[in-house]
């Protein structure tokens, strides 16, 4: 993958999947942490493992470093068990969300720098596998927003998903075509964000090809308040959705923009100053704004 997905990956999925410290259920009864990842290889969702499941999700789950809550001291591995089997034992707290699991139900942490390590150690590990396969061969060639929704999609999915139509048109460079078949389902909660995002993403993979811009560099568009929110959140502007409302909190992230480069505070996206101010620390950064 391009250097700039590397870049941008944690600030794009933050806002998507937050950052949790602990192990908790997602909305299907799969134990995870960090930033969406999932450490249960339960085949079924919403039930209690086998033996040979528990066992190996273990193994995932001992792939992070987990330090015992108050103290500096790394647990064992019989910790991260009883933790994990406590976690998973509560499959009724599944739908209330990651809240539901903090301590004292559980006793673990992992650190913020430990979270980014294993998040793109899965990153790695997702990308060979999906380019391991014909219709991706070309991956690396691809633009880098192309990648990106891509990889959007693995780490909702698996990078073994099988999406024909979507498939057909990647391996054609058909960006406009993938871009109307990226969208997967359950379409709630925050997989209606990625939803949009990917799409976006792949449009935006069609303008950076047909234009001949740099296909290693990440294209953004400013046109709409979808993305300046993701302006916004690129130059570490949080915590902030990139939902394409314009709410209060949208409103107040870009005071505080206009705030930080002396701009009237007005609250509104589509100021022209804000927009060209925004877009040049983009460009600043190695984004191409379009």
């Not at 937050?18 to 990842?37: E, L």
């Not at 290889?41 to 470093?65: I, K, Q």
């Not at 930080?260 to 983009?282: H, I, M, R, S």
Request: aromatic share 8%; with cysteine.
């Amino acid at each position: 993958m391009h250097q700039s997905i590397r870049d941008y990956w944690i600030s794009f999925n933050d806002p998507l999947e937050g950052r949790v410290h602990f192990m908790y259920q997602d909305t299907k009864g799969y134990v995870s942490t960090g930033i969406g990842n999932k450490i249960d290889e339960t085949r079924r969702d919403n039930s209690a493992p086998t033996d040979e499941e528990r066992a190996a999700s273990l193994v995932s789950a001992g792939r992070l470093r987990w330090l015992v809550n108050g103290t500096d001291a790394e647990a064992g591995p019989d910790e991260i068990a009883d933790e994990w089997d406590t976690v998973k034992s509560h499959l009724e707290l599944a739908a209330s969300g990651h809240l539901a699991f903090q301590p004292p139900l559980t006793s673990l942490h992992v650190e913020d720098d430990e979270i980014d390590r294993h998040v793109f150690e899965k990153l790695d590990e997702m990308e060979a596998v999906l380019t391991s396969r014909p219709e991706f061969a070309d991956f690396g060639s691809w633009p880098a927003n192309a990648q990106l929704a891509t990889l959007s999609m693995c780490w909702a999915l698996g990078p073994a998903f099988h999406f024909p139509k979507f498939q057909r048109h990647v391996a054609e460079r058909n960006w406009v075509g993938a871009a109307d078949e990226s969208h997967f389902t359950p379409d709630v909660g925050t997989i209606v964000i990625r939803n949009k995002l990917d799409r976006a993403h792949f449009l935006l993979a069609d303008t950076v090809e047909t234009q001949g811009l740099p296909v290693e560099q990440l294209a953004l568009s400013l046109s709409d308040v979808f993305g300046v929110q993701g302006g916004l959140l690129a130059l570490g502007f949080k915590p902030l959705s990139q939902d394409g409302f314009d709410g209060p909190r949208t409103q107040g992230k870009v005071r505080e923009f206009q705030s930080a480069n002396g701009l009237a505070e007005t609250g509104a996206f589509d100021d022209p100053d804000t927009v060209g101010t925004l877009a040049a620390q983009l460009t600043g950064l190695g984004f191409i704004v379009v």
